[in-house]
């Protein structure tokens, strides 16, 4: 991880950058962010409770919390903890002008310039700014938006593009001489900075910098990533095969050949998808080395079946990984119909606190 924040340094040069840690640091466990971005200019998050567990263990740098408040009582820990907090909404407008803190509230005001999700969109931007402008106690550091297509080096003209929601952005608020914020990780790794250098820009990196691409069809090691992590476990049982039986549930896959098969003990309430397909790669390792085997049958809550005919060193006990170095998770995750965010942030936490 600290490695991918390096990397995204270089990207981002003059630029600041909040280390996205949200989801529990996309399934790494904020502790573990904590240490691995203390080089990073702020960890940005959603929930307050997260926040508490990074200033638990120990970051005191800023920490911006990337949906701002929900309710008027989460201002109290916004205080307690120091947090920077994202204004989207009319609703927290009024909040903060009913609020009297001790001190100012730092704000990020987000603008909606063709995500149409949170923020405020192009006719309330100026009666947004003006109230969050007229309040002493709030200092507006910067105003941000988030990107729609960054992923996507095709965009289509009629969809928002990073360009054209950048001179969005810029023209809601003329005058403002600012922070910016607009990149994240498909932004900063794929895409040119855009923003005016004299400015003070802040990008809002994630995903890669747990080593996963944020762009499907590029892979993560060829923007420089390395993977923080490894979804590991053994295999539990061995069996042979005849051709025309089948395994699992659904009987999905048919041995065609005599056939060797491992089962594995990791499933779908382990964090490994259960749309994963026949011949998603699986690695298995022994002393006497290690293949990719092929996933057979359906995946089941706590094991999946694989093809171990053309590893005849296999045998009960040999460690798998399911991803991580040998694996990307981007390769099982395109196989399963989904993105390498979602395996990631989706790992449950008796599964990432399980001792090895
Ligand atoms: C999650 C998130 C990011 C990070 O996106 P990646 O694609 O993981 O780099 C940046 N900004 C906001 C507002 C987000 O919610």
Redesign the pocket.
């Known amino acids: 991880m600290a490695h991918n924040l390096a990397q995204a340094r270089a990207h981002a040069g003059a630029r600041g950058i909040?280390a996205?840690v949200?989801a529990n640091a996309?399934g790494h466990g904020i502790e573990n962010a904590v240490r691995a971005f203390a080089d990073a200019d702020g960890l940005?998050l959603?929930e307050t409770d997260e926040a508490h567990r990074a200033r638990a263990a120990g970051w005191r740098k800023p920490i911006l919390l990337?949906?701002g408040v929900f309710e008027h009582r989460d201002f109290a820990l916004v205080a307690e903890l120091d947090l920077t907090v994202?204004v989207h909404g009319f609703e927290q407008i009024a909040m903060l002008e009913r609020l009297r803190p001790a001190r100012p509230v730092g704000v990020y005001c987000?603008f909606d310039t063709g995500m149409n999700r949170?923020g405020f969109a192009a006719d309330e931007a100026r009666t947004a700014f003006d109230r969050l402008a007229a309040l002493a106690h709030v200092r507006i550091e910067a105003l941000?938006t988030?990107l729609a297509n960054?992923?996507r080096r095709d965009a289509a003209a009629s969809v928002p593009t990073v360009a054209s929601q950048r001179r969005a952005l810029r023209a809601l608020v003329p005058e403002w001489r600012g922070g910016w914020s607009v990149a994240?990780?498909?932004a900063?790794f794929l895409h040119a900075p855009e923003g005016d250098p004299t400015e003070a820009e802040f990008v809002?990196?994630?995903?890669?910098?747990y080593g996963a691409s944020?762009v499907v069809g590029i892979a993560a090691a060829d923007l420089g990533l390395r993977p923080a992590m490894q979804l590991r476990s053994r295999v539990l049982a061995v069996r042979n095969l005849a051709p025309g039986q089948t395994v699992g549930y659904g009987s999905r896959w048919t041995a065609r050949r005599p056939s060797r098969i491992g089962i594995v003990a990791c499933g779908y309430a382990d964090g490994y998808p259960r749309s994963a397909p026949d011949g998603t790669p699986v690695w298995v390792e022994n002393a006497a080395g290690g293949a990719r085997v092929a996933l057979i049958g359906r995946v089941s809550m706590d094991m999946i079946a694989v093809d171990l005919t053309d590893m005849p060193s296999a045998a009960c006990g040999d460690a798998v990984e399911l991803w991580g170095t040998r694996i990307g998770v981007d390769e099982v995750a395109e196989r399963a119909g989904t993105i390498g965010?979602e395996l990631l942030s989706g790992l449950p936490a008796r599964v990432r606190e399980r001792p090895q």
Do not use: F, Q
């Open positions: 909040w996205v949200k996309y940005a959603l990337l949906e994202v987000k949170l941000m988030h960054a992923d994240n990780s498909a900063l809002r990196p994630g995903i890669a910098l944020p965010y």
